[in-house]
């Protein structure tokens, strides 16, 4: 049973424009939500996080809104580069529950120049 | 300067040999762990630790082994029981209270 899923395997954008990758979960209990970017062969990055006591965090060119009645998170990405394109996790966690990250399939991010 | 180190880069093993992949943080995290990531999937836990000198199974723990004799360690055995070893295993740390994970560069390990 995947928690969190990221239904679209990738995304191909136009350099300048927006890129919205989508992250649905289903357990109720998650309350931190964090967004990480992988280049191949490389360890993760992480990018930006969000509280359940949120619904929207800003860091530079990235904003993460999360709609809880939903259970659905998304990172905007604003202007898009093409430094940008890599695969994008999204993951989720029980703020006092041990840290513990339960990750996402991964969209494959193509911003063409 | 703080991180996390994973050596070596890529790893080249025979089948039925077990392999002892090396992950160290000078971040003075005490939470540490290991996941594995097969092409175009996404992260599965293997095993995490919360403290020195314990750990706990994760999603997929069959197969191998760790140890957390100190903070700033903990190596993973992928013994010869695990029947599909070939995958690129990543070590992560983190502080506690809801801190994000950050993770290490990564260990390709290719068993033939």
């Known amino acids: 049973d995947q928690q969190v899923k990221q239904n679209s395997p990738s995304l191909s954008v136009q350099e300048g424009r927006i890129s919205i990758l989508n992250c649905d979960y289903t357990?109720?209990?998650?309350?931190?939500f964090l967004w990480y970017k992988k280049y191949p062969a490389e360890g993760p990055t992480f990018l930006i996080s969000?509280?359940?006591?949120?619904d929207k965090n800003e860091d530079g060119r990235f904003t993460v809104f999360l709609n809880k009645s939903a259970k659905h998170l998304s990172l905007h990405i604003v202007p898009s580069q093409p430094g940008d394109s890599a695969v994008y996790f999204c993951?989720?966690?029980?703020?006092?529950?041990?840290?513990?990250?339960?990750f996402g399939g991964g969209t494959r991010l193509m911003v063409k120049p | 300067d703080g991180g996390i180190t994973q050596s070596p880069k890529y790893l080249f093993r025979k089948e039925g040999q077990n392999v002892t992949l090396s992950c160290e943080q000078n971040?003075?995290?005490?939470?540490m762990y290991w996941y594995r990531q097969d092409p175009g999937q996404g992260l599965r836990l293997i095993y995490y630790s919360q403290i020195v000198n314990d750990f706990q199974k994760g999603d997929i723990a069959e197969g191998y082994s760790v140890s957390r004799e100190k903070k700033e360690s903990f190596p993973l055995t992928v013994t010869s029981a695990q029947k599909n070893p070939t995958a690129f295993y990543l070590c992560?740390?983190?502080?506690?209270?809801?801190?994000?994970?950050?993770f290490g560069p990564g260990t390709r390990l290719t068993v033939t």
């Open positions: 971040l003075n995290h005490d939470a």
């Open positions: 992560a740390s983190s502080g506690t209270g809801g801190q994000p994970q950050y």
């Open positions: 993951a989720a966690s029980v703020y006092n529950a041990g840290n513990m990250l339960t």
């Open positions: 969000i509280s359940s006591i949120k």
């Open positions: 357990n109720s209990m998650f309350d931190y």
